[in-house]
């Protein structure tokens, strides 16, 4: 981020950029990791005005989106790059997933045949394909409570809501900000994804949070992943 370039590259941030690229297509852009100037914007506006009802001006975030972009970061096995002066990556949507699955790459190399493994996002691990666990969706008017509980097997686990950071003080504005537009306040309380592995998961609960149903069901079914939205009045809504 500092330099804009990164030379020889370690594969698994390689890995992280290929996994991120492919989600960032299947979401439309909804998935991108060169969120990080958004991000610092809103920290910095509402660290300056803690008490505002109104997001920053469109003119200031018109001109941070123009550093926003995965399709402007370039990479392959040599480099890293940037196109644009001043854009920056981060991964808080999707590493914590991709950790959870190399932990479960780890376990099953040393001979681990049953697990279930939470680094912040969830994933099982059962290689005779018998166990399963139950996983929660927590209640996002409640923290102490559950609205669901999920059977889980061999598959990742994922949930994102804007409870989880906000901006303001009020909590009208999140973390969960969506990309091409700079708006921050997510489309459902919370998103929870099922889906193959815990980074694919922990990706689309971050792109979900600001896409409406039919597109979420269009990049699910391509993953074979499935997805419950808590709606605005704590309802749930399934899509497989």
Do not use: C
Not at 68 to 80: A, L, Q, S, W, Y
């Amino acid at each position: 981020n500092r330099e804009g370039r990164l030379d020889n590259p370690p594969q698994d941030l390689l890995a992280l950029l290929s996994i991120s690229q492919e989600v960032y297509r299947l979401t439309q852009g909804a998935f991108d990791p060169s969120i990080q100037p958004l991000w610092n914007f809103y920290a910095d506006y509402f660290r300056r005005h803690p008490h505002a009802d109104a997001p920053p001006s469109q003119a200031d975030m018109n001109r941070v989106l123009q550093r926003v972009g995965f399709d402007k970061v370039e990479f392959d096995d040599t480099f890293i790059r940037f196109h644009s002066k001043g854009m920056s990556l981060s991964f808080n949507g999707i590493a914590q997933g991709y950790i959870t699955d190399k932990v479960v790459e780890l376990f099953q190399k040393n001979g681990v045949e049953q697990a279930l493994i939470d680094m912040g996002e969830i994933r099982g691990l059962d290689m005779g394909g018998k166990r399963t666990w139950q996983v929660g969706i927590r209640n996002p008017q409640d923290e102490k409570s559950v609205l669901l509980n999920v059977p889980l097997q061999n598959e990742g686990f994922a949930t994102s809501g804007g409870y989880g950071t906000v901006m303001d003080e009020a909590g009208k504005f999140t973390h969960l900000f969506d990309p091409r537009s700079g708006i921050s306040t997510p489309r459902y309380r919370s998103v929870s994804v099922m889906a193959p592995t815990a980074a694919l998961a922990d990706a689309f609960a971050t792109a979900f949070s600001v896409m409406p149903q039919d597109e979420i069901r269009q990049a699910a079914q391509a993953k074979r992943a499935k997805v419950w939205l808590v709606m605005p009045d704590n309802r749930i809504e399934i899509i497989e």
